[in-house]
């Protein structure tokens, strides 16, 4: 298996969004989303966009998004979106996806990286325990602005 990780090209990565926010039930607005994508690809301060392809074929997207702790001693991170395409879920790839957004995150100097799974995505949950991550005894709690 062949999986390689690249930045970002825009027009793949607005359709993967767009799928994979559709699939989540999560709102999705092609104009304001694509502004938003805009600023991350343009602004490595703010993180990293990459998308995975297995040979030649766009398989999905992560997003890590940067961010700064006292509790974690410094630089942290976060996997805001990780998408992979149906047909291409269990096979390993994740878990290379992951491996690959770590050592980014090692080499960015990042202490801690965290990530949000649902409560009812055990295939998600499952990958996520077996490489490391474990769940806080708080809540994410979120407040618009």
Same mark, same amino acid.
């Given at each position: @298996?062949?999986?390689?990780? +690249?930045?970002? $090209? ?8 767009? /799928? ?17 994508? /805009? /600023? ?15 040979? $030649?074929?766009?398989?999905? #997207? ?9 509790? #974690? +001693?410094? !630089? $942290? ?12 879920? =269990?096979?390993?790839? =994740?878990t290379k996806t992951l491996e690959f957004i770590e050592g ?15 409560? $009812?995505?055990?295939?998600?949950? +499952?990958? *996520?325990? !077996?490489?490391? *991550?474990?769940?806080? /005894? !708080?809540?994410? @709690?979120?407040?618009?602005?």
């Open positions: @298996m062949t999986i390689t990780h +690249r930045i970002a $090209d825009f027009a793949i990565l607005i359709e993967l969004v767009k /799928e994979f926010h559709e699939n989540e039930h999560l709102p999705f607005d092609k104009q304001t989303d694509s502004t938003v994508l /805009e /600023e991350i690809l343009t602004n490595n301060s703010l993180g990293q966009v990459c998308l995975i392809q297995q040979f $030649d074929e766009v398989i999905g #997207y992560i997003i890590l998004t940067l961010g700064f702790s006292l509790e #974690y +001693r410094g !630089r $942290d991170a976060f996997i805001d979106e990780f998408y992979l395409l149906p047909n291409y879920r =269990g096979q390993g790839i =994740g980014a995150c090692v080499a960015l100097g990042v202490q801690a990286l965290h990530l949000e799974v649902d409560f $009812d995505n055990v295939n998600a949950q +499952r990958l *996520y325990h !077996r490489v490391g *991550y474990k769940k806080h /005894e !708080r809540y994410l @709690m979120t407040k618009w602005l």
